[in-house]
């Protein structure tokens, strides 16, 4: 075991000298592990969580570590959580609450104590357990890999061995250790799977668990491989324009694999497995189709998928109260208010609007479009026309509605700002004073 340690240390060059926090939960792996970083004289600091799941039993968990490491001369330190509180108010399974509290603690403690890394005693049988439980929850190659040896500041040094192994280390240093009840209960999918499946595989192949971390070691290569396949495939279909990512329908089609590269594409944004054999299939469809996950909204193209964050354009409000000049996002608005005469030219600047003065109602409200819009356009003689048609006959993408800005006077839409006025708001032979609004954007 001893051995193991200083191989894993030299193989990933981390320093003998570095200070190593210890998770201890009081199990026969925690335990072997503290011993051996203790006997190899290791800069250690020991870390208990207790949990307060199991009553009594967490607290002799607690009191049982406390002795080890009053013992062994070994600093530590214990926290307890109210665990199941915390779930409750993140909504999250017990023992992903756990998780979370002991890995944030962890950390915590790591950066107050000066310390460099994080040490947990995972080893060859939880490499398999969790193997499996990748694959009945479903996974792709990165699931199949197990559990990484080295993850940021965490250490796994024990992953080669068995708890077979770990068991022996025990009984040979005369170590003594807690078992928690709780892996007996076929409650939990982790103990179906380390009771009723790992045994079936061992009489099959008695060498299995060292079958297991050999594929898993094989597999993190190939997991090498895809992902520089992937990336390369990415940069051929992939481009940025305006704020949107867009997706060579074409070019992803004919990829070796163009379910699996849109998957890679589409998965981190949100989008499931159903979604994305739907975008596949609808690369036929006609354009305007959408698909909408989380915070992203894809839109089908001729040529590309366009894909863009919904969120962050919000459906922001700002009000013009008077004449003057508006800073807003990238943009300035110059409101001005003139008298006119019969030699007063309306402005042909899609970028300015020109209203009648005496029809407006102040304060006024520049904000984004939402479903249920409709103004009157000008030249329609005071029609009434819905927003998403008056889109959808500019071509407008997904993308550019979501952008796009409309001037409000009272209840009324009186500028698709860049694009059109309500022609209940032109300026007519009969008015006397006008309201200017330039827009200058790229400010």
Known sequence: MLDTIKQFLKEHEIDEKAGF??????????????HAFKYLNLRIHALHCNFNLRGKESNMDEQFVKRFCETYGIPMSVKRFDTQEYAKKKGISIEMAARELRYDWFEEMRQKKKMDYIVVGH??????ETLFINICRGTGIKGLTGIRPVKDRILRPLLSRSREEIIAYIEQNQLGYRTDSTNNSLDY???KIRHMIIPVCKDINPSFLNTVRENCNTLKEVE?????GIDRLKEEVISEENGETLIDIQKTLAAPAPYTLLFEILRPYGFNATQIEDILESSD???GKQFEAEEYLLTKGRIYWRLFNILEKEDKRTLLADSGEYHIDDSIFQLEEQDINDSFIVPRDLNTGCFDLDKIIYPLVLRHWSMGD??????MKRSKKKLSDFFTDLKFSAKQKKDCLLLQSGKDIIWVVGHRIDDRYKVSPATKRVLIIKQIKGI
Do not use: E, K, M
């Open 224 to 228: 090498q491989i895809y992902r520089y």
């Open 285 to 287: 469809a006609i354009p």
């Open 374 to 379: 409709w103004f009157c356009p000008l030249g």
């Open 21 to 34: 926090i210890i998770a201890v939960s009081g199990g026969a792996d925690s335990i072997t592990l503290l």
């Open 189 to 191: 999918v982790r103990n």
């Open 123 to 128: 080893h060859a049988n939880d490499l398999a």
